[in-house]
Every structure is written in C-alpha cells, then in structure tokens.
C-alpha cells in the first residue's frame, strides 16, 4: 500500500529525530518507567519513551537527555499503548464529523477514518473535498482520514448514479483518503456493474483500499466480491461468517454498534492467537452508544476472549496495516507518530490521557481544549411547495410492508392500524408512498430529513399531523418534527444539510434521547430509532424500500411504483 504522504516527515526533520534518536539532542517529552504494549510480538516492556517533532524518537532503556524545556514524566505503574484507530466512521449520526471527536477522542480513538457520502450528496464532490481540506487546516486532537463512496445508497436516477460514479474517481486522488467506502449496493459489483469496477481499480493503483458491505451474501457472493477487488468487509453477524470472510482474505471489521451489537457472539467462533486479518469498528453508532462506554468496550469484550495485547492489536496495528499506514501509525516504536494512550492498566481500556503528536489532547475522559466550531453549511433547500397540504399525504392503494426488527422489512397486507409513509422530494416535484405495519402504530404524524435518500421522509396515521410536520421541517430547512392532533408538540432542525447539528455531542445525545422519547410513546419497539429512519430509503437491506426511483424490492431490483406528482 502507498502511504500517505503528508504524514511523513522531511528529510530535515528526519534528522532532528535522528539525533534524539542517537541521544545527542534533548526530546521534548520524556516517559519514564511505563510499561509499554508491544504489539508486535504481543509483550509488554518497561521502558523509557522519548518524542521530539510529534514522533517517537526512541524507545528503551537509555535515561533520556534532558533539556531544560523537555517535559518529563514519572510513568512507573502506568501502560503505555498506541492510540486506538477507528477505520470506518459515519460522522454525521446527529453528531458532525469535529463534535463526534468530543465523545471518542477521550476514549483514546485518535484516528478515524470517515464516510463522505451525506456531505456528497448535500454538497458534491467539490463542495465535500472543500470541507475536507478545512478540516485539515484546523489544530484537532484526532487524525482525519476519508473513505470514498463509489456509489450512493439509495437508488437515484440513471444520470446521478453515472455522475456520483464520475465524481468518485477523482476525489479518490487526495492524499486525505485512505479508501473507497463500502459498496452497500454489492449485488452490483458481483455482476461487474462498469462504473465500481472502475472505482476500484482507480482506488487500487492509488494504493487505496476497498471496502466492500457484504450484508446477506453467501459464500459464492463473497467470492465474487473478493474477485471484483474488494478487500475488506464488516458486515459479518455471525462467528462462521468471520471465518468465510478471512478465509477468502478479507481484512474483517469486527462490528458492535448500537444497531448492531454484535462483538461478543462473533467472538465466540475464534480462539486466540486471533487471525491477523481482524479489525475493530463501531460503524457510526448512535450517540447514546458513544456515551454508554463507547470504542473501549469493544477493547473490553475482545480481551475477555484473548487477552488485552491481542485486544490492543485489533484496534491498532491491524488497522494502521490495513490502511497502508503501519509506518508511522498502530505501534509504539521508534519513528512513528507519537499518537498513545497512559491506562492505569491494560483493561477496561478507558485512558488516563490521550496524546498526539506528543501533545496531551484529553484527561481523565475530557479534551484538554474546545474543538472550535463547525464553520460551514447551511440548510437544506427547500422548494416553494405544499409540503403544509393535507391532501398531499392521503395514500390510496399502495405496497406495504411490515418492520421486523430496527432495519429489516418484509412485504405485508396493510391493516387499518398501518402508517402511511411519503418520501419527498425537497424541491416539490415527486412523491413515493407505501404502507408501514410494525413502526409506531400510535403514530400521528412525524417528518425527517434524516434519510439515506436525501429526500423528506414523513411518517403518520393523520394526514393533518404528517402535513403540520412535513411544513415545520420544510421550514426549519432539515431536521425532524413530531405532531399531534394536528399540530407540532417536537421539532428540531438540523442546521448542517438536514442531517447533523452544529452543537456540541451532548446536543446530538440530547436530541436522540428526545427522539427515543416520542418513538416509544408511538409504539416503537426495535432497537434503533435513527437507522430505522435512515435507511427506511435505502437500497440495500432486505425487502421493500421507499427510493427516489419508487418503491424498491431490493433482492429483486424490481421498482414496486413509480414516483408520482407532488
């Protein structure tokens, strides 16, 4: 894999390394007398710990050279560990992509990997490179790398889906990106759809990897994913799953999230030593996962199985190879970025303080220092049109579906108690409406821009309530609405394109809990509220799915309907 290259140091910053390095030229920082993970060969080592220039000049037994600004500490009973990396990020789940540092950056994730897709689809590819480059200006306590979609993941007009593919090959050019996302529509890829081949090709000669979203393919399907260019995958739900997928020489994301909590009953089909294809993640969780206990728990449920080295390695060195970076990433050795954790012991894996480059970023579960704010957005935009009408939220004979379980659908009759569901377009000009059973059958009316469509999802059994709310959030430019007896007892925008909002994360956790609230008192029962929203539009989990195209059958690729006037 080509690294990327605005990590690595120059040549004369090279040598000022060198010469801490050789013990001619004082460090900056001194760790003394720490235990250290080694998680090359899975021991730990006292040892003194020397950083100039944000990187670790030397590692060993050697007192240091101290000057009179270096920083010097007494580690004695304390573990040093690499910091931990999270390879495959959504940053927009209510949180934006700095407030969501505020909830893991404490918990000793420094690196994240994150998905472009919605600033895309709110933005283009200009506009979400522009972002991009703004992030890597500002002094964060986390390294941001990107993951590139090839493809949205839900069903667009033939003309989007060519120019998202365009787009694609290009941003995948920016030494920002560490990979091409994950392909949620890999039925496509398994036929050799022209437009991902491309992606993954283009992404492979730039030394980048790519993702692939397995979710319900057999073992011949994964195959033909492996022989498509895929390369890792995250979508395994049970052990034997894990296992087909190394075996067919996936790096393997082990996934616990709060829609998929799935780590220890994955673990359960693996003994130590574990494979060395194996990853970490918590693939966008709501915020209430992150403050549950949040990246350390999944550090915990891994140790109880293998012991904590082996833990340290799934949520370190194992992602640093896997994206390329194991150079300067993923270990605490000479060389390599100073980015490592202090624990008071190796498990339950929660920091003392965090460090990057050298520099403490966060203490006792707190950043030393405010991110600074989200500079950029706006709304969603609108059209001039009757989103308030009641008329325009009477559904008729239609497809139906019931929910059976936080994300997965099946077809259904529709019962007197069942929701009508509408996915509008922002700009007025189209509508797709299904039937719903099993969601929130006391539901009167809800609408959200929070949608894998990028359209105005509105959800209810009076047409009164679905309009008061569809017009508020129409109103607000994004966000979500709650209404009752025809009129709005919750709404709540959400400034940054109708998906996130521009506070702090105790904003994004204060709004789900709000959310879950109105959900309950509605009848909802599953496990997600946010993903069941989100992806009530995709296009690629079983059965039947509101698109933009119409109502999708996904397996089949068969379009129930056809968008209709708004």
Not at 175 to 192: D, H, N, Q
Not at 322 to 341: E, I, Y
Not at 459 to 476: C, H, K, N, Q, Y
Request: some cysteine.
């Amino acid at each position: 894999m080509r690294p990327l290259v605005h990590l690595f140091p120059s040549p004369e910053e090279r040598a000022r390394l060198l010469a801490v390095s050789r013990g001619e030229a004082p460090p900056e920082l001194a760790i003394l007398g720490a235990r250290v993970a080694d998680v090359y060969t899975g021991v730990w080592v006292e040892a003194n710990l020397e950083v100039a220039l944000g990187r670790i000049a030397y590692l060993g037994p050697r007192r240091p050279r101290l000057g009179k600004d270096t920083e010097v500490m007494e580690a004695r009973g304390l573990y040093v560990v690499p910091g931990y990396l999270e390879p495959h990020a959504h940053p927009w789940v209510l949180y934006n992509p700095l407030s969501l540092l505020e909830a893991l950056v404490p918990q000793g994730v420094t690196l994240l990997v994150y998905d472009d897709l919605l600033l895309r689809l709110r933005l283009g590819g200009e506009g979400a490179a522009r972002v991009r480059r703004a992030l890597a200006d500002l002094a964060l306590p986390a390294r941001i790398l990107w993951s590139v979609r090839l493809a949205p993941q839900s069903l667009l007009s033939e003309a989007e889906e060519e120019a998202f593919s365009r787009e694609a090959l290009s941003l995948l050019n920016d030494p920002l990106v560490a990979c091409s996302a994950e392909i949620t529509r890999w039925s496509k890829a398994v036929a050799g759809e022209e437009g991902l081949l491309r992606g993954v090709a283009r992404a492979q000669a730039l030394g980048r990897r790519a993702e692939a979203h397995g979710a319900g393919a057999s073992s011949d399907r994964l195959a033909a994913l492996a022989a498509a260019g895929l390369e890792a995958d995250h979508e395994a739900i049970r052990p034997g799953e894990v296992l087909e997928r190394l075996r067919l020489g996936f790096w393997t994301m082990l996934r616990h999230s709060s829609l998929r909590p799935d780590l220890p009953d994955l673990l359960q089909g693996l003994s130590p030593p574990l494979p060395s294809r194996l990853l970490l993640t918590t693939d966008g969780a709501a915020p209430s996962f992150y403050a549950r206990g949040g990246f350390p728990t999944l550090l915990e449920a891994v140790a109880e199985r293998a012991g904590p080295l082996e833990a340290l390695r799934l949520a370190t060195l194992n992602p640093a190879t896997f994206l390329g970076l194991d150079g300067l990433l993923g270990g605490v050795a000479p060389g390599r970025l100073a980015d490592f954790l202090l624990l008071e012991k190796p498990g339950p894996f929660r920091p003392l303080a965090v460090y990057l480059g050298g520099k403490a970023v966060a203490r006792e579960g707190r950043l030393l220092h405010p991110l600074p704010p989200w500079p950029w957005g706006g709304p969603m935009a609108f059209a001039e049109a009757p989103f308030a009408d009641p008329e325009r939220y009477r559904l008729g004979p239609a497809p139906a579906f019931r929910l059976e379980n936080a994300v997965i659908t099946r077809r259904a009759e529709a019962s007197s108690g069942a929701l009508a569901a509408f996915l509008l377009d922002p700009g007025g000009r189209w509508r797709v409406g299904a039937w719903v059973e099993g969601l929130m059958p006391g539901l009167e009316g809800m609408a959200t821009t929070f949608t894998a469509a990028g359209g105005l999802l509105v959800l209810g059994r009076d047409p009164v309530s679905m309009a008061e709310a569809a017009g508020t959030v129409a109103r607000l430019g994004g966000g979500v609405a709650w209404a009752k007896g025809g009129r709005v007892v919750w709404a709540r925008s959400f400034p940054l394109w109708g998906y996130m909002l521009q506070g702090p994360f105790s904003e994004a956790l204060q709004v789900e809990e709000e959310l879950w609230a109105w959900a309950r008192e509605a009848g909802y029962a599953h496990g997600d509220v946010l993903y069941t929203l989100l992806f009530l539009t995709c296009d690629f989990l079983p059965e039947l799915r509101l698109t933009p195209q119409g109502v999708l059958e996904v397996k089949a690729g068969r379009l129930w309907t056809r968008p209709e006037p708004f």
